[in-house]
């Protein structure tokens, strides 16, 4: 079994996290890590704290000479911010998110900020500074799960499963870009205002060179308005094995799994598969992907294997009946526009209910939709790996491979 949990605040001291279930014997250190965390702070319109952090995950337990031992992995990520930068009434974050007793006074936050946990969070723990509720639901724990999700993407990559994420829609802009995607495209130097010849496609993760250009065009006319953009991300996994996932009760599937774990991604507001709602406007005949004869299976695989049943088409997005079909997987999910406006929403006072002008601002982005799409990569890693342990065990990275190849090997239909 997989499993991951994480700890840490906002502006506290760092973040922690624990993942279980890694068979003994995968190769890891941390500058593998160090890539994903790279990875997911770049994106135009994001905020000054991504410039304030250069987040490195040190790996505590569970990793020896380079390689998993099959204990849990733990990793600490340090909060540059905490030690040096300064918070409310510019008090030092050492005192204002001391987990000690402090005789320092500092400004609580009272105005509630519309579309954060501040309002049902506060209620729903009886806290009197929403601050309490702040630090914790900020996605910077997000850095975490980006951190756990590197290591389930290392145990991925012994059955050659890829996974790639990046963005088709920022604020209404729409990219149309050619499959398959040359992913290169995307991890080169980003555009930005200190790198102006660095790469557009890059600095929004978005495919399409045009879109692109719109896309920087439209964050920058927002950020002038005092506003924020919202978009749509997608995720696809390639080489996942045919019959990942289960159709026997509603919480093994596949489908589901991948949906929740999408949905938890602060700012997610919704989760299609393959071609999702489009399916709304077409006939049963143009959906279904249909299988191609045995005479066509090899020539679409090359590993001296098949993938059998391969399909025509993948309207389903890679699952049916909530199990994998051996097609690329493809996710999709709609990320809302940032809650923290610059000009700031009207709200009421926590303390007197009355009204107020303008909600607490916290430093904010403009927008984060090309981040969204590392986290999404992360947690969809963090869920196939989950249902490959599920389906191929083993203590040993060896004996998984194993029993991977064994079912590989056996599920032609000639066997
Ligand atoms: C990578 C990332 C960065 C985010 N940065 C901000 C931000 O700067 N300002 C903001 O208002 N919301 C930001 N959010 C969104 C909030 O974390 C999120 O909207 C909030 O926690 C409420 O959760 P909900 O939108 O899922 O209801 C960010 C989300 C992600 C995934």
């Not at 974050?93 to 579309?115: A, K, Y």
């Not at 590197?150 to 991925?156: D, G, P, V």
């Not at 930005?192 to 978005?206: F, H, I, L, Q, Y």
């Not at 009355?354 to 999404?376: L, M, N, Q, W, Y």
Request: glycine share 10%; hydrophobic share 35%.
């Amino acid at each position: 079994m997989l499993r991951f949990l994480t700890a840490g605040e906002s502006h506290g001291k760092g973040l922690t996290v624990i993942i279980e279930g890694i068979p003994a014997g995968v190769r890891l250190d941390e500058d593998y890590i160090a890539k994903d965390l790279a990875r997911r702070q770049v994106g135009y319109g994001r905020g000054g704290r991504m410039k304030i952090e250069t987040d490195r995950a040190e790996i505590l337990s569970g990793v020896r000479h380079g390689y998993t031992m099959g204990g849990p992995i733990s990793l600490w990520i340090v909060n540059r911010d905490y030690s040096t930068g300064k918070g409310p009434d510019g008090k030092p974050w050492t005192e204002v998110m001391s987990t000690n007793p402090t005789e320092t006074t500092f400004d609580t936050i009272q105005h509630l900020r519309p579309g954060h946990a501040d309002t049902p969070g506060i209620t729903k723990y009886m806290h009197d500074d929403a601050r309490n509720i702040l630090e914790r639901s900020s996605a910077r724990e997000s850095t975490a799960r980006v951190a756990a999700g590197a290591i389930a993407k290392r145990f991925l990559e012994e059955f050659d499963i890829d996974i790639h994420g990046h963005v088709t829609n920022i604020g209404g802009v729409f990219a149309n870009p050619r499959y398959p995607i040359n992913w290169k495209d995307l991890e080169k130097p980003p555009y930005s205002s200190e790198n102006p010849k660095g790469s557009k496609m890059a600095s929004v993760r978005c495919a399409d060179e045009d879109a692109a250009e719109k896309m920087i065009a439209s964050i920058d006319a927002a950020r002038d308005e005092g506003d924020s953009l919202g978009g749509i991300i997608e995720i696809i996994a390639t080489g996942v094995p045919i019959g990942i996932g289960d159709y026997i009760q509603w919480d093994q599937k596949l489908t589901s799994k991948i949906a929740a774990a999408t949905m938890s991604i602060n700012a997610v507001k919704g989760v299609e598969l393959g071609i999702g709602f489009q399916q709304a406007n077409m006939r049963g005949s143009k959906v279904h992907d249909v299988i191609k004869p045995l005479s066509e299976w090899k020539a679409s695989q090359n590993k001296g294997w098949e993938q059998p049943f391969p399909r025509i088409t993948n309207n389903s997005g890679g699952f049916e009946g909530g199990m994998s079909t051996g097609e690329p997987i493809i996710v999709r999910a709609v990320v809302k526009p940032i809650a923290t406006i610059i000009d700031g929403l009207p709200t009421v006072n926590l303390a007197t209910g009355e009204f107020v002008d303008k909600a607490h601002f916290e430093r904010s982005d403009i927008t984060f939709v090309p981040t969204c799409s590392i986290i999404g990569e992360s947690m969809l890693a963090l869920t196939l790996g989950e249902c490959m342990l599920e389906k191929f065990g083993g203590d040993n990275i060896k004996e998984t491979h194993r029993n991977y190849i064994n079912y590989m090997k056996s599920i032609m239909p000639n066997k």
